[in-house]
């Protein structure tokens, strides 16, 4: 079982939908990042959180530690949206290591 | 602009090469990272550096070797000793400690036939 786990692994939407990525870990945690990857490849950090709620736009990340669980929402979705978005959290026992869920892949078509 | 970059974006090579794959980072980072993407699967780690002249294994180090001599560059060689070195190959930098974000670069698609 892999110790970060996302849900859904695809995720279709219509322009203007809310949307929920959920990820789940199963171990103890010092940070979670989220991560959008668009098709070119390229990477870029969304959010890093560690407790609570952060809010970057029409994206917000929330925690909760006791529950080890974390979601990634997205209010009125656009195509531009549309990528893979990736849950990492940093353990505890790993200094700097990231481990990383599988991903999610996002459409959101017009 | 500070930024990480990764070159080529595209590499062919045959098996049994071996290849380097270059990461030049211009944040003065301390801290970078190698890891390798496949279908379905997340990042995996393959080497990471804390300080220059100084790095760690990752996950799956094998058939992979790295140096670390200048804070800017963490350039990563796939020998011919790794077995399925088809992927998508992603450098990433941050400052020292556990408490910062990882900054990515663009990646490299290394494909061996």
């Known amino acids: 079982k892999n110790e970060v786990e996302q849900s859904p692994q695809n995720l279709t939407a219509q322009e203007g939908e809310f949307i929920t990525i959920n990820c789940s870990y199963s171990?103890?945690?010092?940070?979670l990042h989220w991560l959008q990857q668009h098709p070119g490849g390229g990477i870029v950090s969304l959010f890093m959180?560690?407790?609570g709620k952060k809010k970057h736009g029409r994206l917000i990340a929330t925690i909760n530690i006791q529950e080890k669980h974390s979601s990634l929402h997205i209010t009125a979705s656009h195509p531009r949206d549309s990528a893979v978005y990736i849950c990492a959290v940093l353990l505890e026992t790993s200094g700097s290591r990231l481990t990383f869920g599988e991903g999610t892949q996002l459409t959101v078509n017009p | 602009d500070g930024g990480i970059t990764q070159s080529p974006k595209y590499l062919f090579r045959k098996e049994g090469q071996n290849v380097t794959l270059s990461c030049e980072q211009n944040l003065n980072h301390d801290a970078m990272y190698w890891y390798r993407q496949d279908p379905g699967q997340g990042l995996r780690l393959i080497y990471y550096s804390q300080i220059v002249n100084d790095f760690q294994k990752g996950d799956i180090a094998e058939g992979y070797s790295v140096s670390r001599e200048k804070k800017e560059s963490f350039p990563l060689t796939v020998t011919s000793a790794q077995k399925n070195p088809t992927a998508f190959y992603l450098c990433a930098s941050s400052p020292r400690g556990p408490s910062y974000e990882q900054y990515f670069g663009p990646g490299t698609r290394l494909t061996v036939t």
């Open positions: 171990v103890g945690i010092s940070a």
């Open positions: 959180l560690s407790s």
